[in-house]
């Protein structure tokens, strides 16, 4: 191995430290407690070192985000394809993308509610962001309806499953009918 490959292997090994950390960090403590000070200390380089593999903050949410872009599709493929039939892939999605923002906050907020400085739904979207779409898709695709753009269907359940996602996170809905909503969403969206 060369030296320029082993230099490039440590900077990337020290990239995912990073993004790492943060997600580790704001997991614990929330987004507020991840700063470039205190990724530095943890991860016990220099500030200067740090900015050398993100300009900030913003960055370092937005390599997380690509993370969790990465996880969500596997968690809702991963249901989905362990399902049988329309309504019960359906449904096995819904309850996979809903166990992913309960049981990972900080990472759901990094893809979805901070600014990671990340383009959505538009030609230069990262690949893990459009796959994410893609992976709600290839099941929402199949019961869009007749004459329902496929992707437009899928857009329409998604932020109904962010909507359910954050009014539960936020404690504003009661979570005792939280399956008999994953229920009424796909039967009431889904054409089955």
Known sequence: MSVQERKARERADRERLIVATARELAEQ????AVTTRRLAERIEYSQPVLYSHFRGKREIIGAVALEGAVELAAAVR??????SGPRDR???????YLDFA?????????IFQ??????FARED????LKDAFAALLETLGEVAGDGVHPGLFTE???ASLHGLATLARAGRLPPEVAGE???LLVDRLAVL
């Open 156 to 158: 329409v359940f998604w």
């Open 78 to 83: 991963g249901a989905a394809s362990a399902a």
């Open 102 to 110: 309960e049981h990972n906050p900080a990472l759901y907020d990094a």
């Open 29 to 32: 403590q929330g987004w507020d």
């Open 181 to 183: 909503r994953v229920e």
């Open 114 to 119: 901070l600014d990671g400085g990340l383009p």
């Open 90 to 96: 359906v449904a096995a999605l819904a309850r996979a």
């Open 125 to 128: 979207t990262p690949e893990p």
